[in-house]
Nanobody, 119 residues
Framework: QVQLVESGGDSVQAGGSLRLSCLAS???????MGWFRQAPGKEREGVAR???????IYADSVKGRFTISKDNAKNTLYLEMNSLEPEDTAMYYC??????????????WGQGTQVTVSS
């Protein structure tokens, strides 16, 4: 069981930037980690993932605007979000997948941090 605590969510205007952080109770270098988001009335969607070798995957909707990274010395995952749009408004969740496959089918979840972008 891994504990994850997100922070950094805020209310910003369109075009602004935020950096989300996720502090893990485990050594982050061992695992795949990612960010997901869910807006009211919508399904949860994957935003970005980072693997143990440092490779990354982004959703098409955020590619070029968001950057995922890790600081393994601090056991912390980050999501740098630039050029924010109202469509980015959602609860953002940190996830850690301890399996070999890194499919995020049953990961550990944080409690979420709210991002609100006004037009």
């Amino acid at each position: 069981q891994v504990q994850l605590v997100e922070s950094g969510g805020d209310s910003v205007q369109a075009g602004g930037s935020l950096r989300l952080s996720c502090l893990a109770s485990a050594n982050t270098y061992r695992f795949c980690m990612g960010w997901f988001r869910q807006a009211p009335g919508k399904e949860r969607e994957g935003v970005a993932r980072i693997y143990s070798d440092g490779s990354t995957i982004y959703a098409d909707s955020v590619k070029g605007r968001f950057t995922i990274s890790k600081d393994n010395a601090k056991n912390t995952l980050y999501l740098e979000m630039n050029s924010l749009e109202p469509e980015d408004t959602a609860m953002y969740y940190c996830a850690l997948d301890a399996t070999f496959y890194c499919h995020f089918t049953s990961p550990s979840w944080g409690q979420g941090t709210q991002v609100t972008v006004s037009s």
